[in-house]
Nanobody, 112 residues
């Protein structure tokens, strides 16, 4: 049974940065894709970024050039570095393991 736990959310001013972390337990972490999704209040959950076991990345157009997804297979951890944050990035961010297991989410609020 894989379990994942996100951390790193918080309140940040526009233009600021945050790094989210997602730690997985169990299974063979390095073989599976990981991803970050987000859900703003009153909106559907949307893809932010994904990374395959081999390190191939994919980003939503709204975050490309500002966000970077990476993974450390030895630590069973995936990261989301978020720079130049905008108010519209405010959402609960969810990590997913192989698009099957989901974390509880971590809130990111971008506001002055």
């Amino acid at each position: 049974q894989v379990r994942i736990v996100e951390s790193g959310g918080g309140l940040v001013q526009p233009g600021g940065s945050l790094r989210l972390s997602c730690v997985a337990s169990g299974s063979i972490f390095s073989l599976f894709p990981m991803g970050w999704y987000r859900q703003a209040s009153g909106k559907q959950r949307e893809l932010v970024a994904t990374i395959t076991g081999g390190g191939t990345t994919n980003y939503a157009s709204s975050v490309k050039g500002r966000f970077t997804i990476s993974r450390d297979n030895a630590k069973k951890t995936v990261y989301l570095q978020m720079n130049n944050l905008k108010p519209e990035d405010t959402a609960v961010y969810y990590c997913t393991f192989n698009f099957e297991v989901w974390g509880q989410g971590t809130l990111v609020t971008v506001s002055s």
